[in-house]
């Protein structure tokens, strides 16, 4: 289906920079993804990605065995965006 919505930002507005994480710590971030208005109804998955700000290169992902992730993404979950309501 495509891409239906991608927002940037620095963790938690810049003041939790990731130089300053630990590891094994766990850090809670709420961002609202608003979804393009015409964004194709359909099933779409919820992507995670880090890259390096200053030259834009995505930063290795990786999952839970050392495999890399395809496209250095981590998926979040999985969701559906429905038909607008016909008139």
Do not use: C
């Not at 891409?3 to 938690?12: F, T, V």
């Not at 810049?14 to 961002?31: C, L």
């Amino acid at each position: 289906l495509g891409m239906a919505a991608q927002a940037d930002a620095q963790p938690q507005d810049g003041a939790n920079p990731t130089s300053t994480w630990r590891k094994g710590e766990v850090i809670v971030e709420t961002v609202v993804l608003p979804i393009t208005a015409d964004a194709a109804p359909g099933d779409y998955r919820l992507l995670l990605g880090f890259y390096d700000a200053a030259n834009g290169v995505r930063l290795p992902a990786r999952d839970r065995h050392g495999a890399p992730l395809p496209d250095d993404a981590v998926p979040l979950l999985d969701v559906t965006v429905a038909a607008p309501p016909s008139d």
